[in-house]
């Protein structure tokens, strides 16, 4: 039973790029959150997708936006991208209520980094 | 806003020791507070706590919270190597469970 995976494993980018990450949740779930991992730091809520709608939001700016397919799959998308940008972007998945988080399952996370 | 505190941040100790991370949190509308361990990058789970009082174990490590005093503790007995890792405490909250805070995890690091 594969759990959580998430691709590419490292991404090297410019400052003004776009990048797109994505996230297959472990079978059975239907609920993918994202969360921006920086160095030393916990990781951050970005949002999260149920449904293939965007159900909550944290704290972060227009520039980060998701989708959900019918697969439950899920992609993070980043424009303009500024060097604060450069962290461990984490996926979770879980299978719960609407809205909810429930217990989550977490991949390897995609290592982003911004020059 | 909501906030998660951990302490400490960072602990060294030798294998066999007892250790004792603290969480503590002031959120709206609490749901459940969760510990994770994080060795190289995924966070594994390790527990859930919703109730005070009860404590949860797996093998060397137990919890606890305590939702008058906003804290939960993650005990870790008979330490071995392998135990080195970030341990992060979360708690989800709002009415709807809105939003998902982690704290800053702490560093212990198990040595032979």
């Known amino acids: 039973d594969a759990g959580v995976t998430q691709s590419p494993t490292h991404l090297i980018k410019t400052r003004g790029q776009q990048v797109t990450l994505r996230c297959s949740p472990k079978s059975g779930h239907d609920t993918v959150s994202w969360y921006q991992q920086a160095l030393g730091q916990g990781p951050q809520f970005i949002f999260q997708y149920y449904e293939e709608e965007e159900r909550q939001r944290g704290n972060f700016p227009d520039r980060f936006s998701g989708h959900q397919f019918p697969n439950y799959s899920s992609e993070l998308n980043v424009n303009a991208l500024l060097l604060g940008d450069s962290a461990l972007y984490l996926c979770?998945?879980?299978?719960?209520?609407?809205?909810?988080?429930?217990?989550?399952?977490f991949g390897a996370g995609t290592r982003l980094s911004v020059l | 806003e909501d906030k998660v505190v951990q302490s400490p941040l960072s602990l060294v100790v030798h294998e066999g020791d007892t250790v004792t991370l603290n969480c503590s949190y002031e959120v709206t509308n609490f749901r459940s507070l969760l510990w994770y361990k994080q060795e190289k990058k995924a966070p594994t789970f390790l527990f859930m706590l919703t109730s005070s009082g009860i404590e949860k174990k797996s093998g060397r490590l137990s919890s606890i919270l305590d939702k008058k005093e906003l804290f939960s503790i993650l005990n870790i007995t008979a330490t071995q190597t392998g135990d080195s890792a970030i341990y992060l405490c979360a708690v989800e909250a709002g009415n709807y469970g809105q939003n998902f805070v982690f704290g800053p995890g702490t560093r212990l690091s198990v040595l032979p």
């Open positions: 979770a998945s879980s299978l719960g209520s609407r809205g909810q988080f429930g217990i989550q399952y």
